[in-house]
């Protein structure tokens, strides 16, 4: 991995009334241009060096150690922006965020907690690809590579199946297509079997007779009222997620979902993309017609064996109706990008599409 390195830019793009994106650029200025896209609403990786030729333009607040020791520092800016896009309305309408680190940075420092609410109007998987694409006009980049993981390998294929003349590459990690089948493994049965005492709490605050629809349960309870009743549901499916996105459980990143700003943030974004289904057909993304669109574009994924957030098989359906990508599963990986595997194949992809 590279070393971790500072963005040279930071700027701020009015998108509309409600809402102004935050980016960063890093890297080298004369690099080939790249866009990392977050693993938000998934937000689980925080931390991973690629190659430093890529001129990142992530869609986050500040996604300092993943995508700038990721990619190589010649592969010019790298533009950040957060991939989930969690649209907040406070004093600057809305922010794409990435990171716990960087949503409580801003909760620190720039904003009174008391203002801080999460924003959904405009906030759709539409919103965002319209939004990659502003930022792209406004920093005069005709076309980029793209990088993913989880919830940014969502929005980086419909981003490139929308505009598929304006991405040289793709490498993509954790799979997700937010199909009904992946949400209901993940959230209703599948990885309850492998983490029996995490899903034991995860469907605690939810009655009995509500638990045939967890997505819906907790949306009921997120968007509650009572705010006890909001942040309890909050920290329980945040913690979940915590606890089953390493192949061995990290106990200081499961902590985090007792964070109870971080926790209602991820959990409100994630359950309001979830229970609209991305505002995607069923398995829009692996359909041959979308991804004909983009079989031109080089393509590599990486993919965990024991991911059970975004599980294998999702990325090998894409490999069925897209053989001509690159698949990596590595043996002994989880759902994070931190996986000691993972991380050398995604330095790997980054160096190759470099010079590309």
């Given at each position: 991995?590279y070393?971790a390195?500072?963005?040279?830019?930071?700027?701020?793009?009015?998108?509309?009334?409600?809402h102004?994106?935050?980016?960063e650029?890093?890297?080298?200025?004369?690099?080939?241009?790249?866009?990392?896209?977050t693993?938000?609403?998934r937000?689980?990786?925080?931390?991973?060096?690629?190659?430093?030729?890529?001129?990142?333009?992530?869609?986050?607040?500040?996604?300092?150690?993943?995508?700038?020791?990721?990619?190589?520092?010649?592969?010019?800016?790298?533009?950040?922006?957060?991939s989930?896009?969690?649209?907040f309305?406070?004093?600057?309408?809305?922010?794409?965020?990435?990171?716990?680190e960087?949503?409580?940075?801003?909760?620190?420092?720039l904003?009174?907690?008391?203002?801080?609410?999460?924003l959904?109007?405009?906030?759709?998987?539409?919103?965002l690809?319209?939004?990659?694409?502003?930022?792209?006009?406004h920093?005069?980049?005709?076309?980029w590579?793209?990088?993913?993981?989880?919830?940014?390998?969502?929005?980086s294929?419909?981003?490139a199946q929308?505009?598929?003349d304006?991405?040289?590459s793709?490498?993509?990690?954790?799979?997700?297509t937010?199909r009904?089948?992946?949400?209901?493994?993940f959230?209703?049965?599948?990885?309850?079997?492998?983490?029996p005492?995490?899903?034991?709490?995860?469907?605690a605050?939810?009655?009995?007779?509500?638990?045939?629809?967890?997505?819906?349960?907790?949306?009921?309870?997120?968007?509650s009222?009572?705010e006890e009743?909001?942040?309890?549901?909050?920290?329980?499916?945040?913690?979940?997620?915590?606890?089953?996105?390493?192949?061995f459980?990290?106990p200081?990143?499961v902590?985090?979902?007792?964070?109870?700003?971080?926790?209602?943030?991820?959990?409100?974004?994630?359950?309001?993309?979830?229970?609209?289904?991305g505002?995607?057909r069923?398995?829009?993304?692996?359909?041959?017609?979308?991804?004909?669109?983009?079989?031109?574009?080089?393509?590599?994924?990486?993919?965990?064996?024991?991911?059970?957030?975004?599980?294998?098989?999702?990325?090998?359906?894409l490999k069925?109706?897209?053989?001509?990508?690159?698949?990596?599963?590595?043996p002994?990986a989880?759902h994070s990008?931190?996986e000691?595997?993972?991380?050398?194949?995604?330095?790997?992809?980054?160096?190759r599409?470099?010079?590309?």
């Open positions: 991995m070393p390195i500072e963005p040279y830019e930071k700027g701020t793009l009015k998108v509309s009334e409600i102004t994106l935050y980016y650029l890093s890297g080298n200025k004369d690099g080939t241009p790249g866009l990392w896209h693993a938000v609403p937000i689980t990786d925080t931390d991973i060096h690629l190659s430093s030729d890529l001129q990142v333009v992530p869609e986050a607040a500040q996604i300092p150690s993943i995508a700038h020791s990721s990619t190589q520092p010649s592969i010019r800016h790298v533009t950040m922006l957060s989930v896009a969690m649209r309305s406070t004093s600057l309408p809305r922010l794409y965020f990435s990171i716990k960087v949503l409580e940075s801003l909760l620190r420092k904003y009174d907690r008391e203002m801080f609410t999460l959904i109007e405009e906030n759709t998987t539409w919103d690809v319209k939004d990659i694409e502003k930022v792209r006009e920093l005069g980049i005709e076309k590579h793209v990088f993913g993981g989880s919830w940014g390998s969502t929005l294929l419909v981003y929308s505009y598929p304006r991405a040289k793709l490498v993509l990690r954790g799979i997700f937010l009904k089948s992946e949400l209901k493994f959230y209703q049965e599948g990885a309850s079997h492998l983490f005492e995490a899903w034991e709490e995860y469907v605050p939810i009655p009995e007779a509500e638990r045939h629809d967890m997505v819906l349960a907790y949306h009921a309870q997120l968007n009222n009572d009743t909001r942040l309890k549901a909050a920290k329980a499916w945040t913690k979940w997620e915590m606890f089953t996105s390493k192949l459980v990290d200081a990143h902590a985090e979902a007792e964070k109870d700003d971080w926790a209602n943030a991820f959990a409100r974004i994630e359950n309001h993309y979830f229970i609209n289904d505002w995607m069923d398995g829009q993304l692996l359909e041959k017609q979308e991804i004909d669109k983009i079989r031109h574009i080089p393509t590599v994924v990486v993919q965990g064996r024991y991911d059970v957030v975004c599980p294998a098989t999702t990325a090998y359906a069925k109706v897209w053989p001509e990508i690159t698949l990596h599963i590595v002994d989880g990008s931190r000691p595997g993972t991380a050398k194949l995604l330095v790997e992809a980054t160096d599409f470099a010079d590309f």
